[in-house]
């Protein structure tokens, strides 16, 4: 499989913005769902937003309102954009593809994973 490559990540001060780009080439075709998911030190890996070809999304609580999902199926590239961003949005953040599962935001559906890219909120 293409590997999924994350970018865009960083240090961001609270009530800014950050774009976190993905690429999918592996994983196009109306099949597939994309997601972000992150984890922080001594946490475990949660659902933050995901996407369906078709443009449909999903959200945790957390973040609805702030964060933004979207995909380029032209470009191949998934990306979430982080406005107002708090300390508590401060994680590895991971992009994921798979066939759509049940639950979108739930980690052990996906097979496929990015490495990773950090995001830094000071307090």
């Known amino acids: 499989q293409v590997p999924l490559v994350e970018s865009g990540g960083g240090s961001v001060q609270s009530g800014g913005s950050l774009r976190l780009s993905c690429a999918t080439s592996?994983?196009?075709?109306?099949?597939?769902?994309l997601g972000w998911f992150r984890q922080a030190p001594g946490k475990e890996r949660e659902g933050v937003a995901a996407?369906?070809?078709?443009?449909?999304?999903s959200y945790a609580d957390s973040v609805k309102g702030r964060f933004t999902v979207s995909r380029d199926n032209a470009k191949n590239t998934l990306y979430l954009q982080m406005n107002s961003p708090k300390p508590e949005d401060t994680a590895m953040y991971y992009c994921?593809?798979?066939?759509?599962?049940?639950?979108?935001?739930?980690?052990?559906?996906?097979?496929?994973w990015g490495q990773g890219t950090q995001v830094t909120v000071p307090s």
């Open positions: 994921a593809a798979d066939h759509c599962p049940s639950w979108w935001l739930n980690p052990r559906t996906y097979n496929y």
């Open positions: 592996g994983y196009t075709g109306s099949n597939y769902c």
């Open positions: 996407i369906n070809w078709g443009g449909i999304t």
